[in-house]
């Protein structure tokens, strides 16, 4: 039997206590401050209850609850700092670890996948997980043929687990919305949903990665592993060693950080131009940063078992509107979110309003580098999610299209751990390489013109 608790019953009475455990420690903090303790002291002392509490669930649940908290961990430089603090350790726990599923259970699954010889295909294997996520559990490993690999066994019962939970947390919505301002939790729900039958296939998710393996290979700036076997509920793949991006964010130097938010930024506008894929889970427990042969830093991507399956690479739309706002041209950028479905037909909005909304979201696009911070972050988060805000006002009247739903998870979760390493990037040279429609038209002809040339 696994440990991932699987009954319906067990696992709503574990999440049901989430609220509960909110108003009870509200209650108590209000007692304290009766007893004479200081506001900040007890709103400081009910964070640090909350987020023990939070990462104690969501981590012993793994399936939904855990897919929920690593998504959420990315917007945690949005909260006031007063706040982050305490959930950002818990949150950011949920990136790298939870608690591992006991051994029999993993040499069970092994036996029932790889058969009961299975012992023989690898020279070493350590039961000790070396990192466990919201389906399952990775443990390092040497295959026959020397090679170190990484092999991922899904835990028994996730795929009822992801549905149940998701399905309960989207019942806690409202409540569980403070913990990120301005941020609707019910679409990001609803959204993991729908991706929960595409992650638990293992199939999907070796395509995925070998398909960025064979693209990147020899790439001097990315590292992604190969696949080596892949079978129902196991895929085995290669090992990289490398500095979490988790540790980067907590310790690393400005350098690591500068050189891993580039190299992120790159790799998400690069991917989708080059696979027709975009790699569509963006927390730092995915990514690592390797010492490449010159002395720098090259960045490893791990996990492709969500993915936008872009067969154009990511929409010109995105890359023209954006240019046109940066230039100014609010009837234009407006007949285009028209268009594209961002403003409803029954809808109507004034064009330079809208020019106004989105000009300090797209800020690090207009310089030549641009620092991404908690502080920017916060500031975005506030304006755009106070309801005094005309900012507010007029993101309630705009929409997101499907089509654009994982893109802009993406894009925003992405922005979140640039904001949290605290980088200096050159996003707009990443933009004018590889977001089509950013340079106008002749431009971008002339130098395809000259790269087919070279």
Request: hydrophobic share 40%; net charge negative.
């Given at each position: 039997?696994?440990?991932?608790?699987?009954?319906?019953?067990?696992?709503?009475?574990?999440?049901?206590?989430?609220?509960?455990?909110?108003?009870?420690?509200?209650?108590?903090?209000?007692?304290?401050?009766?007893?004479?303790?200081?506001?900040?002291?007890?709103?400081?002392?009910?964070?640090?209850?909350?987020?023990?509490?939070?990462?104690?669930?969501?981590?012993?649940?793994?399936?939904?609850?855990?897919?929920?908290?690593?998504?959420?961990?990315?917007?945690?430089?949005?909260?006031?700092?007063?706040?982050?603090?305490?959930?950002?350790?818990?949150?950011?726990?949920?990136?790298?670890?939870?608690?591992?599923?006991?051994?029999?259970?993993?040499?069970?699954?092994?036996?029932?996948?790889?058969?009961?010889?299975?012992?023989?295909?690898?020279?070493?294997?350590?039961?000790?997980?070396?990192?466990?996520?919201?389906?399952?559990?990775?443990?390092?490993?040497?295959?026959?043929?020397?090679?170190?690999?990484?092999?991922?066994?899904?835990?028994?019962?996730?795929?009822?687990?992801?549905?149940?939970?998701?399905?309960?947390?989207?019942?806690?919505?409202?409540?569980?919305?403070?913990?990120?301002?301005?941020?609707?939790?019910?679409?990001?729900?609803?959204?993991?949903?729908?991706?929960?039958?595409?992650?638990?296939?293992?199939?999907?998710?070796?395509?995925?990665?070998?398909?960025?393996?064979?693209?990147?290979?020899?790439?001097?700036?990315?590292?992604?592993?190969?696949?080596?076997?892949?079978?129902?509920?196991?895929?085995?793949?290669?090992?990289?060693?490398?500095?979490?991006?988790?540790?980067?964010?907590?310790?690393?130097?400005?350098?690591?950080?500068?050189?891993?938010?580039?190299?992120?930024?790159?790799?998400?506008?690069?991917?989708?131009?080059?696979?027709?894929?975009?790699?569509?889970?963006?927390?730092?427990?995915?990514?690592?940063?390797?010492?490449?042969?010159?002395?720098?830093?090259?960045?490893?991507?791990?996990?492709?078992?969500?993915?936008?399956?872009?067969?154009?690479?990511?929409?010109?739309?995105?890359?023209?509107?954006?240019?046109?706002?940066?230039?100014?041209?609010?009837?234009?950028?407006?007949?285009?979110?028209?268009?594209?479905?961002?403003?409803?037909?029954?809808?109507?909005?004034?064009?330079?309003?809208?020019?106004?909304?989105?000009?300090?979201?797209?800020?690090?696009?207009?310089?030549?580098?641009?620092?991404?911070?908690?502080?920017?972050?916060?500031?975005?988060?506030?304006?755009?999610?106070?309801?005094?805000?005309?900012?507010?006002?007029?993101?309630?009247?705009?929409?997101?299209?499907?089509?654009?739903?994982?893109?802009?998870?993406?894009?925003?979760?992405?922005?979140?751990?640039?904001?949290?390493?605290?980088?200096?990037?050159?996003?707009?040279?990443?933009?004018?390489?590889?977001?089509?429609?950013?340079l106008p038209e002749e431009e971008s002809t002339e130098e395809g013109e000259q790269a087919s040339e070279a």
């Amino acid at each position: 039997m696994s440990d991932l608790p699987r009954k319906a019953v067990t696992r709503t009475a574990k999440l049901a206590a989430l609220p509960i455990g909110f108003a009870g420690r509200a209650t108590w903090g209000l007692g304290k401050r009766i007893g004479g303790k200081s506001a900040e002291i007890v709103g400081r002392e009910l964070q640090q209850r909350t987020a023990e509490q939070l990462f104690k669930v969501l981590g012993e649940l793994k399936g939904g609850a855990m897919k929920f908290g690593q998504a959420l961990s990315v917007f945690e430089s949005a909260l006031p700092e007063e706040v982050a603090g305490p959930y950002r350790a818990a949150l950011t726990k949920l990136q790298e670890a939870a608690p591992p599923m006991p051994t029999r259970t993993v040499h069970g699954v092994l036996e029932e996948r790889l058969g009961k010889e299975w012992p023989e295909l690898f020279l070493e294997f350590e039961d000790k997980p070396s990192a466990a996520a919201s389906i399952g559990q990775v443990h390092h490993a040497v295959w026959h043929d020397g090679r170190e690999v990484a092999v991922k066994v899904q835990y028994p019962g996730a795929g009822e687990a992801l549905l149940a939970d998701l399905t309960q947390l989207s019942r806690f919505a409202r409540l569980l919305g403070p913990l990120i301002p301005g941020m609707d939790i019910k679409p990001l729900i609803a959204e993991l949903r729908d991706r929960v039958s595409e992650e638990l296939d293992y199939g999907l998710e070796a395509q995925a990665q070998q398909a960025h393996a064979d693209e990147f290979a020899g790439d001097p700036d990315v590292l992604v592993p190969a696949v080596v076997h892949q079978c129902d509920q196991v895929l085995v793949t290669e090992w990289i060693d490398g500095i979490p991006m988790s540790e980067v964010i907590a310790d690393g130097t400005q350098e690591q950080r500068d050189r891993a938010g580039q190299l992120l930024a790159r790799f998400l506008f690069s991917g989708p131009a080059r696979t027709r894929l975009l790699h569509a889970d963006p927390h730092p427990g995915n990514f690592r940063l390797l010492p490449d042969e010159k002395g720098g830093w090259r960045l490893g991507v791990l996990d492709f078992g969500t993915v936008d399956r872009l067969p154009g690479g990511l929409p010109s739309t995105i890359g023209a509107s954006l240019r046109m706002t940066l230039d100014g041209e609010a009837e234009a950028v407006y007949e285009m979110l028209c268009e594209e479905g961002f403003v409803k037909e029954s809808i109507e909005l004034e064009p330079e309003a809208v020019l106004d909304y989105l000009l300090p979201i797209i800020e690090p696009a207009q310089a030549d580098e641009f620092t991404f911070s908690r502080g920017w972050m916060r500031s975005q988060a506030a304006r755009v999610g106070d309801p005094r805000s005309p900012a507010y006002q007029l993101g309630k009247r705009l929409n997101l299209p499907p089509a654009y739903l994982l893109i802009h998870r993406v894009t925003l979760s992405t922005i979140g751990v640039l904001c949290q390493l605290g980088a200096t990037v050159r996003l707009r040279d990443e933009l004018e390489e590889w977001l089509p429609g950013f340079l106008p038209e002749e431009e971008s002809t002339e130098e395809g013109e000259q790269a087919s040339e070279a």
